[in-house]
Structure formats: C-alpha cells, structure tokens
C-alpha cells in the first residue's frame, strides 16, 4: 500500500515571502502520479499542479513548482510570491500508473499567508 | 472544462432515516467516480470506487449495506448512506477522472456536509 506523509501541519509566511511545503511518499510502484491539491476554506479540493513519475522535469504552473526527487521518494511544493489567496489546507496526493484508483491523500498543511 | 456537481451542499437528517448525496459530472462522461470522506481538520479518506454500469468497490472498513453507491449513468453516481447515525457525520466528497486527460488527475465536487441528529 502506498503512503503519503506531510510532516508540516501548519505554516505560515508573510505575502509576497517564498514557502516550500513538504511531501514524502512510499511505494513499490514505478509508474504514478502524483498531485498537490489545495482546499480553501470553501472546502472546494482545487488541483494545483501534477507530476509524472516518468518525467524528470519538475512541473511548473505559474507561481507554484515542484521539486521531485524520484529516487528520494520526495515531492516539495514552492510557491513564490505567496498572496492571501493562498490561504489553505494543502494535500499531498498519489495515485498509481493508469488513475483508475482513488488517491492517496497525506495528511495536510495549513498555510497562511500573513498580510 | 471538467467540472463536477454535487447535490445537496448541505444535509441534516434524523439519527435512522436515509440521506441522498449525488455527484454529476456536467461537462464530460465519468465512467469512474470516487467518494471520499472528510472529518474536521482531517484528510480525506477514500471510501469506495464507484464504475458505471457495475458494483462498487468499497476500502477495508467501509460498510457496504450502509453505504450504498450506485453509478446508473456516465455522469451521475449518488452516495446513499442508510440508517444513518450521528457518528455518520462528516464531510462527504465525490471526484471524477475526465477520460479525455491521461494525467489520472480527478476533479472534486464541492462536498456535502451531512449532519445526523
């Protein structure tokens, strides 16, 4: 069975300051997905950036990158230029080759992005 | 594009009656559907896999009597949660994988919370 671990239950940085959360994951298997989701307090889950395993290449969207570490089992998400809509929970989350499973959530960050 | 419903937002009900949450997905087919559920200030646990036009697969631990998931159409799955009891409430959310997207991604709905009096 896979595991997702976030060792940071609560973060908090000032806007605009740069914030790096933590993921570890353990699996056997090669071929995954791996995602960080964001959850305001609306509690709508929100996807915010995906990595294959099979790319080398961290994934970027806009202001949020990732830094994989395969061989690691590590799976960091950046946020630069943090803004108050950043406010959230953050999830970790993996997923087997093929999406046909349900996702493996780790436990969560709170973040809060001070004004 | 992908965008997934969910229906109600919000329930309460009496402790030994039923409750209906549907999930939709509006702007594509799901074959796959997944109900997960969330209690304060916690994670969100899987609790079944739901696939149209067959049974659903439940995790360790989830009653399947209790919990009754029915995937009638590729893009409406609802989660039934029968004679229901106080500790049944929590936060309640579907996903959806979008076939057309290869990345295993899933698309939540907005949750339903369910509170049992």
């Known amino acids: 069975a896979q595991t997702v671990t976030q060792s940071q239950p609560e973060m908090s940085v000032q806007e605009a300051e740069t914030v790096t959360l933590s993921c570890t994951y353990d699996?056997?298997?090669?071929?995954?997905?791996l995602f960080w989701y964001k959850q305001p307090p609306s509690r709508q889950m929100i996807l915010v950036i995906r990595?294959?395993?099979?790319?080398?290449q961290n994934a970027t969207e806009n202001r949020f990158s990732v830094n994989f570490q395969k061989a690691a089992k590590s799976f960091s998400l950046k946020i630069s230029d943090s803004q108050l809509g950043d406010t959230a929970m953050y999830f970790c989350a993996f997923i087997q080759g093929g999406g046909a499973d349900g996702l493996t959530f780790g436990k969560g960050t709170h973040l809060i992005i001070q004004p | 594009g992908a965008v997934v419903s969910q229906h109600p937002s919000w329930v309460i009900c009496k402790s030994g009656t039923s409750v209906k949450i549907e999930c939709r997905s509006l702007?594509?087919?799901?074959?796959?559907m997944f109900w997960y559920r969330q209690f304060p200030k916690q994670s969100l646990m899987l609790m079944a896999t739901?696939?149209?036009?067959?049974?659903?697969?439940?995790e360790q631990g989830v009653e399947k009597d209790k919990f009754l998931i029915n995937h009638a159409s590729l893009t409406l799955s609802t989660l039934t949660v029968t004679s229901a009891h106080p500790e049944d409430s929590s936060f309640y959310i579907c996903?959806?994988?979008?076939?057309?997207?290869?990345?295993?991604?899933?698309?939540f709905g907005p949750g339903t919370r369910l509170t049992v009096t």
């Open positions: 699996t056997s298997e090669s071929n995954y997905y």
């Open positions: 739901s696939n149209e036009g067959s049974k659903a697969t439940y």
């Open positions: 990595q294959e395993a099979y790319k080398q």
């Open positions: 702007d594509f087919q799901a074959t796959t």
């Open positions: 996903s959806a994988r979008d076939p057309r997207q290869g990345g295993g991604e899933q698309y």
